[in-house]
């Protein structure tokens, strides 16, 4: 009885945390995200009776986003406009942009840029995972795991407050777009355990101050793999 009543504690737990970091997702993107979008779009004047799914429109930015000719800040742009795209385009929005995803994976891994810079890169990979088990599952394959928490790994010697401020932030939305990624996907979760060096960047980062964001998602992350646990 007691372990029935321990085992029906535990569930009732972890409900009300994938709840909670739901909200907190959404609570994130709506405050953050969202109302960018909605800006961009209200500039350009896109037709609404487009595609529902934004297939037309996600072609265009993956042609700017795979030439090679352009900036990575122009690529960057064109990522994270393709994820509020797959993000508002629904399931099949989504699963559609991940024909792009690889190429924001080699624009990670292999290019040098300005923090602001990844933090658009960032931002897209986030919308385009966000409740996604689809472009989830896409962005293991593509090795987004190893390469976003190569980010906390990566040292930089920054020598003004601006700079060092700067490379935090991109540090603080890693484990916002991780926390995403993982989100109800259990295969993901278990990669992240393997990163067993990454408890301890998570503690370091909890610790710092998350002032202006809905959650501590480095204090998310490290619940939500587990590592309070052992």
């Known amino acids: 009885m007691a372990k029935r009543r321990a085992s029906a504690h535990f569930c009732t737990w ?3 945390y994938f ?33 529902v799914f934004h297939k037309e429109k ?23 406009r393709i994820g509020m795209l797959a993000f508002t ?10 024909t792009y995803m690889n190429e924001v994976a080699v624009l990670l891994q292999n290019y040098e840029m300005a923090p ?10 986030a919308c385009w995972c ?19 928490t190569d980010v906390f790994y990566h040292t930089l010697e920054a020598t003004t407050p601006s700079e060092i401020n700067s490379h935090l932030r991109v540090k603080f939305w890693t484990c916002y777009v991780l926390s995403v990624v993982a989100c109800n996907n259990l295969s993901i979760v278990e990669e992240l355990r393997r990163y067993t060096s990454l ?16 959650e501590n998602f480095a204090e998310v992350l490290y619940f939500l793999i587990g590592f309070h646990s052992y």
Not at 130 to 148: D, E, R
Request: charged letters at 20%.
């Open 116 to 125: 602001e810079t990844k933090i658009l890169l960032l931002q897209g990979v």
């Open 19 to 51: 709840v909670g970091l739901y909200q907190s997702l959404w609570k994130f993107w709506s405050a953050h995200i969202k109302s960018l979008f909605v800006k961009k779009e209200e500039e350009e004047h896109i037709p609404s009776q487009e595609n």
């Open 14 to 16: 972890v409900c009300q």
């Open 199 to 214: 408890k301890y960047h998570l503690q370091v980062l909890a610790s710092e101050d998350w002032s202006g964001w809905p």
């Open 58 to 80: 996600i072609m265009v930015l993956g042609q700017i986003l795979e030439n090679h000719s352009l900036t990575v800040e122009e690529r960057a742009q064109a990522t994270y």
């Open 89 to 98: 385009g629904g399931p099949m929005a989504g699963t559609f942009a991940t």
């Open 130 to 148: 966000y409740l996604n088990p689809v472009t989830q599952t896409k962005a293991k394959y593509l090795q987004f795991i190893s390469i976003l």
